[in-house]
């Protein structure tokens, strides 16, 4: 009887390393989710195009990536001339979902700060993120 007693520590030493020799899967799963994120990155950039506009009112933002604590990691300009919105939305979505994986898959840390919507401007003929307006030359 005295033999079953030392056995539960080597048992759940046991169960603790075959959990360990599981991490090196973490990787691959991250390159993966990774590889994704990127591959749909480059449709979403393809979809856009060059974002050519006539006017600001042809500009808009989209969501893109995605943050450790949630909510987008940035957001891409797009022009309503050249670009099918629902399309652009939901390639969109499909990114930050990958991206969403590649970061739980990573354990890829953000700075958990709010990214407010920006607006999008029309420069020189193209859509583009607008800087805050506390940056814009001639703001107080």
């Known amino acids: 009887m005295k033999l079953r007693r030392p056995l539960l520590p080597l048992a759940l030493a046991s169960a603790a390393l075959a959990s360990c020799a599981q ?8 390159e993966a989710a990774e590889a ?14 060059d974002a050519s506009c006539n006017s600001d009112a ?5 969501p893109v990536g995605a943050k450790a604590c949630g909510g987008p990691a940035g957001y891409w300009a797009w022009s309503t001339q050249g670009t099918d919105g629902e399309a652009l939305k939901a390639l969109a979505a499909r ?6 994986r590649e970061v739980e898959a990573s354990q890829l840390r953000s ?7 920006p607006v999008a401007a029309c420069v020189a003929g193209r859509c583009q993120v ?11």
């Open 95 to 100: 990114q930050a979902a990958a991206h969403r």
């Open 111 to 117: 700075n958990c700060a709010v990214v407010t919507a």
């Open 23 to 30: 991490t090196p899967m973490a990787p691959k799963a991250a």
């Open 58 to 62: 042809q500009c808009r933002v989209v």
């Open 36 to 49: 994704e994120s990127v591959r749909l990155g480059r449709e979403l950039r393809t979809l856009i195009g």
């Open 130 to 140: 607008a800087p805050p307006a506390d940056t814009r030359r001639g703001a107080p």
